[in-house]
């Protein structure tokens, strides 16, 4: 798919993976739907980026995930604004601790509908959308965790496995007009508050021993928009082998 003019909305896209996403985009020429949830200023920020990396059109967008009309609402805004669709990459997510001995219900419900639900629905409002140009496709940002949970992180672990499931079961209910894949990235990006220690044990248990970057994951993103035009239903990772360490 030729990305130039393309409408794409990236969630989560105010800071961090999403916002490199976002750039990769639009320095191809894309129209930029950034949502953002809590970080207006950043969000504002990227627009402005982007308008002078590539003179493309965007617009920030807020939506609370969790509440469950959030993604009609989200689809229907951006398409007031933009007219269409092309490309959904659902990067928003909430990673918090949650030991065993004290995780919640409602930390559960938090994880699930932010990370495995609102990508679902999102998919299902843009749908209409994504199918006009026979083109059309979702990349979910998964995690490599997602097949390998790690403790004191279950409910995110736990609603990563099943954003994956769910990338297949609209894999299917999407097919033949959109693809839909998952990216499965490892250490791409450290937490903010993480220390070099700890970052330094993170890296040396990937078989690359050594961090990614989202830029990585932004590649990969880039490629199964642009170039995957066979796949469908699959999972990539960019985890420096984590997964199978
Ligand atoms: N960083 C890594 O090394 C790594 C590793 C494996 C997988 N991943 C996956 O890659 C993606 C991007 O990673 P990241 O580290 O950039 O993610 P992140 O910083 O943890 O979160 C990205 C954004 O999600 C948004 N978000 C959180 N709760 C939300 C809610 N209730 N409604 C709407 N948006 C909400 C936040 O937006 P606001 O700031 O606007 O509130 C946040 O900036 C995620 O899906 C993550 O699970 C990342």
């Not at 398409?79 to 269409?84: A, E, L, T």
């Not at 419900?109 to 495995?116: K, P, Q, T």
């Not at 070099?196 to 989202?214: D, H, I, Q, S, Y």
Request: charged residues 20%; hydrophobic residues 45%.
């Amino acid at each position: 798919m030729n990305l130039k003019g393309k409408v794409v909305l990236v969630t989560g896209s105010a800071r961090r993976v999403g916002r490199v996403i976002a750039l990769a985009f639009a320095a191809r020429g894309a129209r930029i739907a950034a949502h953002y949830n809590t970080s207006a200023a950043e969000a504002r920020k990227l627009v402005a980026g982007v308008k002078s990396l590539s003179g493309a059109d965007a617009e920030v967008f807020r939506a609370n995930l969790f509440d469950a009309a959030a993604p009609q609402k989200l689809a229907d805004a951006v398409v007031r604004r933009f007219g269409g669709i092309d490309i959904l990459v659902n990067s928003a997510s909430l990673y918090e601790r949650t030991p065993f001995s004290s995780a919640t219900a409602e930390d559960w419900d938090r994880h699930m509908a932010v990370n495995a639900r609102a990508p679902y629905y999102l998919a299902q409002a843009c749908a209409p959308w994504l199918k006009r140009t026979g083109e059309g496709c979702v990349i979910n940002i998964a995690d490599w965790a997602g097949h390998r949970p790690y403790a004191d992180f279950g409910p995110y672990c736990a609603s990563k496995a099943a954003l994956l499931c769910a990338s297949k079961l609209l894999a299917k209910s999407l097919a033949p007009e959109i693809r839909v894949n998952a990216i499965l990235p490892g250490p791409v990006l450290a937490p903010d508050a993480m220390g070099e220690g700890e970052k330094r044990k993170v890296a040396e248990a990937t078989l690359l021993k050594r961090l990614g970057t989202p830029e990585a994951v932004a590649r990969a993103c880039l490629y199964l928009a642009e170039s995957a035009d066979y796949s469908t239903g699959a999972e990539l990772t960019v985890d420096g082998g984590r997964l199978i360490a």
